[in-house]
């Protein structure tokens, strides 16, 4: 039986048969490639994500500041880099010299990306409810290790009062320090002024510490603030202008 007498069943498929089956084999290729690629790209890792506690910080603070609100100090350039000037004596045993420390709370870690980028090379140790004891403690043990710069920047007092014994005892550890920058708080508890006035009263007493006088700074923006009246939004225009108030101060104090 030749092929054109087969029965209508077991007839072969014509050649447009063939073509059209090719062509949509190809498309449902095309359309799989497309699928994949976007899934990929949509869960790809980011390069950069910020720790859970700065991340929680960030959202609160950004929900509650308006867009385009003005403030009264220009945020940092955070392509502006900033040299310490050398220390204007030398650093005493345990200090190391033309390297700045900065400790801090979790306030510091809400500025701490605009203050590494003005001071290369800066090392700064920030933490969520750190104590001005345990401040003490780190900055000790720093020194032990010949690990502590010249040029200190402390940023305590957000999580509990402070007297002047405390002040005092910080700087027994810091007295042979070239500069100590005191950021002074602003902070919705009953401790918010007595606090300023303690580092008010040590600095006056040291030759070698200044405040960073942050507190009034940040009296004068409230629109800087997250709903809890005393952290910034990460990289924020609050963030910029306490990293600029800071090495302004260090490096003309």
Known sequence: ????????????????VFVLCAAFVAVLAAATAAFVAVGSSSTSPPSHRLSAARQNTATSAAASTPPGTPTTAPAADSTTTTSVPPSPGPAGPGFVPGRVTAIGDSVMLDYQDPLEAAIPGIDVDATVS????????????????????????????????????????????????SRVVFVNVHVDRPWQDSNNAVIASGVAR????????????????????????????????????????????????
């Open 1 to 16: 039986m030749t092929p054109s007498e087969a029965p209508e069943g077991r007839r072969r498929p014509s050649r447009a």
């Open 130 to 177: 750190r104590q001005w004891s345990e401040g003490e403690v780190l900055l000790q043990n720093l020194k032990a290790e010949g690990q502590l710069g010249a040029d200190i920047i402390v940023g305590l007092g957000t999580n509990g009062p402070i007297t002047d014994t405390d002040f005092d005892n910080m700087m027994a550890i810091l007295g042979g320090a």
């Open 206 to 253: 040291y030759h070698n510490a200044v405040v960073a006088d942050w507190a009034t700074l940040a009296a004068q923006n409230p629109q800087w603030f997250g709903a809890d009246g005393t952290h910034l939004a990460i990289d924020g225009p609050g963030a910029a202008a306490l990293a600029a108030l800071v090495t302004s101060t260090l490096t003309n104090g």
